[in-house]
């Protein structure tokens, strides 16, 4: 079945820098790749995805890569705020949505 | 409702009880997955239901986890005889088709006494 891999495991920069998270997958019939964002208390939640036809989608700060060859994606936030603080969440959807083990983002001020 | 309902949102249960955690998706989607979070992990993924069909049970930990959507919406997932490890939260999430925008509930954090 479908593996997925996430790091970095946490994620420390001030505000305003950027942040970068990578995921790798092992499944290559995988053809969907979302991003979540969780904050404490709460379930999941999509802040962006990316299907296996397109390489690159961009959405205001946030834009989500993909190298189908070489199976790895990665979520790139730009102009980090505090509120970006959270744990975020890669995925890929093979026959069920498989999840990475989870990032998680401190934005200091 | 606007969104996937879960409940109970906290559920308590001695060691040895049966729990039932419900799920309510949103309204006309097909797709419905179960996952378990343990503190500080990712979803693990359970059971995954396309309407009334169960297509992928590979993730439920033991034949005291049981899943059903009898009539495509509503699902319930069951565990019986719970253990301490079964201490989670459970995720319930629905989309229009497998691979399509996954809507999760609020979930139910269960502990296992």
């Known amino acids: 079945g479908e593996n997925v891999e996430q790091h970095p495991s946490t994620l420390s920069v001030q505000e305003g820098d950027s942040a970068v998270i990578k995921c790798t997958y092992s499944d290559s019939a995988s053809n969907y790749f979302p991003w979540y964002k969780q904050e404490l208390g709460k379930g999941p939640q999509l802040i962006i995805d990316i299907r296996s036809n397109v390489g690159e989608k961009k959405d205001q700060r946030i834009a989500v890569t993909l190298n189908k060859t070489a199976k790895h994606f990665s979520l790139h936030i730009t102009e980090t705020q505090p509120e970006d603080s959270a744990v975020y969440f890669c995925?890929?959807?093979?026959?069920?949505?498989?999840f990475g083990k989870g990032t998680t983002l401190s934005v200091s001020s | 409702g606007a969104g996937v309902s879960q409940s109970p949102r906290y559920k308590v249960a001695k060691r040895g009880q049966d729990v039932a955690l419900r799920c309510d998706p949103i309204?006309?989607?097909?797709?419905l997955f179960w996952y378990q979070q343990a503190l500080g992990q990712g979803p693990e993924f359970l059971t995954y239901?396309?309407?009334?069909?169960?297509?992928?049970k590979s993730g439920l930990p033991s034949d005291r986890f049981f899943a059903e959507r009898p009539e495509g919406s509503v699902s319930t997932l069951k565990i019986q005889r719970t253990q301490q490890e079964d201490s989670a939260v459970y995720l319930c999430a629905s989309s229009l088709a497998r691979a399509a925008e996954a809507f999760f509930g609020q979930g139910t954090r269960l502990t296992v006494v």
């Open positions: 239901f396309q309407n009334e069909a169960q297509l992928d």
């Open positions: 309204s006309g989607h097909v797709s």
């Open positions: 995925a890929a959807a093979g026959t069920a949505l498989i």
